[in-house]
């Protein structure tokens, strides 16, 4: 079996969240918005995973509406706000996910001015400069990552939130990488909409939420049907909501051993890391999350790196699984400041619930022979 | 429970099951489909053999299917993304009323963003015409939507013969053929339209799953509907969920497999299930049976209240319309399009038949809503019909135990156990109160006979209407028996609210219960003078 060191791409499903999942996987399965009794007990199971996955964030249960994923509650969190509030700008961070960098940047064909807010080299928000942005002219959205998915950077959103608000603005949080890996609470961070991830916390693919305040204004992304009060048509997929429920509770649950498990490991690996010639950690000196270790070796290229590992059995990625495969380098690190060659040799490590110190040392020594062998 | 609405939604299918399992469960079979490392690469194959499953169905290429969360979104898609990437906003569309909402509601959004919609009416079958389309084009026409089998009635539009006209006239054509897929062959190698939208759950697939067919030749372009990191060839980015990509493309290869044995084993269901229906008398099939999936008949019944005659049904999982617009009770719009009355489409069953329907579960489902419909007709104080009786206490009984729709315990009770059904025959001191009419859908009719005292010795009750109204009828009538209505204060709303625990949505029916009793106390008070 390979070593999986990606989890910030996915996860494996829990034992136990399949087994929570099994019985809308078997039982009478019905579509939740007929009335008669198989609809009702599948409307029963999404309202009490509603409950759960409020418990994970802090945040009301009437708050939460079901996505396909991460994604969707980015689209529809950004999409929806524009289309219904006119006016204003959007800002978003520099080192978003694309999710929220490209729902954002669509909007300027909505006839929407759209601006990124510039990182330092850590990849923490630039505050002068979030500052002069806000004060310029109107801003309607800010759009802000936790934590980011490459570098595991984790931003102070609740200062961001206090000064989006000041401005008149609404707070939106990507707290996909976030959810299960750190504390998270939707009304201490002060947001007003927040994009939540089934798939990242050892739930099923394919399921996602938004969390929002009433207050805010938001038109739907899919039109039809009356489900989720209108926001979100289309047939619940109950299956899933049930997984993401179960494994929300478990997150709930075993947050605080999951992080300081996987701080441990990322802590070991990242002292080795340094010990290799040429070696760049990414966000080194900041608060991260505690499972994600991103660096690059000078030299070396990532996407060489990342198959020579996967050869050997180590899963691992060069930066977000959606833009790999591409050819471009992270964005998140050329907005760090990074120059392009070094932003090409990054490799991401994101660790798991499943992953060991064993996991650690053969990798790192697998590391030293590949980079070793590189040199000669 | 009988199992009847698999328009709705069908049982996933424990083969395609067992093709997801080891998605969820297997060490290597959670990687993300768009990783470059070995787990990622082990699911993007299953995805792409997913991907070639779902196109032989429909004759299509691989390459052409773009996976969504479902129908809904592939309808999205479709209309917003072919208008969007044409910079056609201002431009005309053109579509019809039958439509599923996802599709009615996209178009109602392109509304007020500029775009013309032409919402064409079917005939009285239900069927939209090649002809009235045509003649609804303009010259700036850029899409036309519309679905291949409607979901409430199983008609079948002509879009096969449409396809070759609308592709020589330059206008793209996008089919909803959710209810088809599987139910009746299609060749999109054949037929030249440019947009299909799929569903996975109404074919034995999971939920939360569907496609939309993109045609590749010529290309039909579409702006993305969701942004981000570029998957589905741009059209649709979002981490692909392998184990309901995987049960889609096992689904659909089922399908495959049987699906012309399978149409014409539930055509004959479906047409026993019509024949025995139809021992009732005053009862109208909705949609044109020749041409109709197989797997839908759609029924209204005349002299019955739509939502007392499915709280009737407990033990029948069927539909009143869509899903989707069956939470809100309105009467179908699909129905009322075919010229249906508000009262008639109100009173109407969508029975959508499966792979697991039996012969057996036909019959005796046909006889569940025949004795139901016997029951509620008799019940009517207007219902003039042959199955009316002047007493009927011996048929106010029904399989009521389960409370699905969750009424108030004693609404339940009452309207499950009636026994102060009927008429008295007639005399000088038999009086009757009536309030309400067809019309409203709610009508009550209250008479007693009184002792020369002004005691009620016998109390009947007759309703047309919703299970609340027959409860109140049977409660008033109860309540009356053995009183002396010279010094008895009639119930008010309030009261009959309180002892049926009736709530807001529902307090219409405790007020017609004060007005016939109010009605009646006063005829009993007249004919003691």
Same mark, same amino acid.
């Given at each position: ?20 999942? #099994? ?29 759960? $996955? ?14 396909s994923?991460?994604t969707e509650?980015n689209n529809l969190a950004l999409k929806g706000?524009a289309d ?6 959007v ?7 694309p999710a929220v960098m490209e729902a954002a940047e669509s909007l300027r064909s909505r006839g929407r001015?759209v ?85 990242? $916390? ?17 038109s739907p992304l899919h039109h039809g ?8 048509g ?30 441990? $490991? ?56 959606c ?54 | ?10 049982? @996933? ?6 093709? #997801? ?21 082990? +699911? ?19 390459g052409e299917i773009v996976w969504t969360s479902?129908?809904t979104e592939a309808n999205n898609l479709a209309l917003k993304g072919a208008l969007e990437f044409r910079g056609l906003k201002g431009a005309h569309v053109?579509s ?6 996802a599709v009615?509601d996209t178009c109602r959004y392109l509304e007020t963003q500029g775009t013309?919609v ?15 389309? #045509? ?5 700036d026409t850029a899409l036309v939507s ?24 330059g206008v793209l054509f996008h ?19 440019d947009l299909l939208s ?12 569907g496609a939309l067919f993109v045609r590749k030749?010529p290309r039909a372009r579409l702006a993305p509907q969701i942004h981000g990191g570029g998957h589905e060839q741009g059209m649709r980015s979002g ?104 009262? $008639? ?5 969508? @029975? ?87 019309? +409203? ?70 007020? #017609? ?17």
């Open positions: 079996m390979p070593v999986y060191f990606d989890h910030n791409a996915t996860t494996r499903l829990d034992p136990r969240v399949l087994e929570a999942m #099994m019985p809308y996987l078997t039982g009478p399965y019905a579509n939740p918005s007929s009335l008669h009794r198989f609809g009702r007990s599948a409307r029963d199971a999404i309202e009490r995973a509603r409950q759960q $996955l409020a418990d994970l964030v802090g945040c009301q249960p009437q708050q939460v509406t079901w996505t994923g991460g509650a706000v219904a509030q006119p006016g204003g700008r800002l978003y961070g520099a080192t978003e996910h001015a601006e990124a807010i510039a990182v330092d080299h850590q990849g923490l928000l630039d505050w002068p400069a979030f500052a002069a942005q806000l004060a310029s002219s109107p801003v309607r959205l800010v759009a802000l990552m936790r934590a980011n998915n490459e570098t595991g950077v984790i931003q102070d959103v609740t200062r961001a939130a206090q000064m989006a608000h000041e401005a008149g603005a609404l707070m939106h949080v990507d707290a996909v990488q976030a959810a299960g890996k750190i504390p998270l609470d939707f009304s201490a961070l002060g947001a007003d909409l927040m994009s939540l991830s089934s798939h990242k $916390l050892y739930g099923p693919k394919g399921i996602g939420a938004l969390v929002k305040r009433a207050e805010v204004d938001l049907g009356a489900q989720e009060r209108g926001l979100r289309g047939t619940e997929n109950v299956a899933a909501i049930v997984g993401f429920g179960a494994a929300a509770a478990l997150a709930v649950s075993e947050l605080a051993m999951r992080a300081e498990c996987a701080s441990q $490991l990322r802590d070991r690996l990242e002292r080795a890391v340094q010990q290799l010639p040429g070696a760049t950690i990414f966000g080194a000196g900041v608060e991260r999350l505690p499972n994600t270790l991103q660096f690059g070796l000078a030299g070396y290229e990532g996407e060489a790196l990342l198959m020579q590992l996967d050869r050997r059995g180590f899963g691992v990625s060069s930066g977000s699984a833009a790999s495969g591409k050819g471009e380098p992270s964005h998140v690190l050329l907005a760090m400041g990074y120059p392009r060659d070094v932003a090409y040799s990054a490799i991401r490590v994101s660790l798991g619930r499943d992953n060991t110190v064993d996991d650690i040392d053969r990798f790192v020594a697998v590391l030293r022979e590949l980079v070793a062998a590189g040199k000669s | 429970m009988i199992y009847l609405d698999h328009a709705a939604t069908t049982p @996933l299918d424990a083969q395609v099951r067992a093709a #997801m399992l080891p998605w969820l469960d297997d060490v290597d079979g959670y990687g993300n489909p768009a990783s470059d490392h070995r787990l990622g690469r082990r +699911a993007r194959a299953a995805v792409e053999s997913a991907r070639a499953q779902v196109a032989a169905l429909i004759g299509a290429e691989a479902g129908a053109v019809s009323r039958i439509e599923h909402k009615l013309r032409t919402y064409l009416t079917p005939d009285a079958d239900g069927r939209i015409a090649v002809e009235q389309v #045509m003649s609804a084009l303009q010259p519309l679905m291949w089998v409607n979901n409430e009635t199983g008609v079948i539009n002509p879009v096969v013969e449409l396809a070759p006209l609308l592709r020589a006239r089919v909803d053929a959710v209810q088809a897929a599987g139910k009746l062959a299609i060749d999109l190698s054949q037929v030249p339209i799929l569903s996975a759950h109404k074919l034995y697939g999971p939920k939360g799953v030749r981490t692909l969920a392998t184990h309901q990509i995987v049960g889609m493309g096992a689904a659909f290869a089922l399908a495959q497999s049987q699906v012309d044995a399978e149409a014409a084993r539930q055509h004959r269901l479906r047409e026993r299930l019509w024949q025995r229906l139809q021992r009732l008398a005053q009862i109208h099939r909705n949609g044109d049976a020749a041409h109709c999936a197989p797997h839908i008949l759609n029924v209204s019944f005349e002299g019955v209240e739509g939502e007392a005659l499915r709280a009737s049904l407990p033990e029948l999982a069927v539909s009143s319309g869509s899903a989707c617009s069956s939470a809100t009770r309105e009467p179908s719009y699909v129905l009322r399009a075919l010229g249906r009355d508000d009262e $008639l489409a109100g009173a109407s069953l969508r @029975l959508s038949l499966g792979r697991s329907t039996s012969a057996e579960q036909v019959d005796c489902a046909a006889d569940q809503i025949i004795a139901a419909v016997h029951r509620l007709r008799a019940l009517s104080p207007t219902w003039g019909g042959s199955s009316v009786a002047t007493d009927v206490e011996t048929t106010t009984a029904f399989a009521g135990d389960d409370n699905v729709y969750m009424y108030p315990a004693p609404v339940w009770a009452a309207f499950g156990a009636v026994r102060h059904a009927g008429t008295l025959p007639a005399a000088d001191n038999v009086v009757c109160s009536q309030v309400g009419s067809p019309a +409203a859908r709610a009508q009550l009719e209250l008479s007693a006979r009184c002792t020369p005292e002004g005691v009620v010795e016998a109390a009947r009750f007759r309703a047309y209407g919703c299970p609340t109204s027959i409860a109140v009828g049977e409660w008033l009538a109860g309540r009356i028996e053995g009183c002396s209505t010279a010094v008895a204060i009639p119930p008010t709303a309030a009261d009959i609210r309180a002892a049926l625990e009736i709530g807001e949505d529902k307090a219409h029916c405790a007020l #017609m219960g004060e007005d016939v009793l109010r009605a009646l106390f006063d005829q009993i008070h007249r004919i003691r003078r």
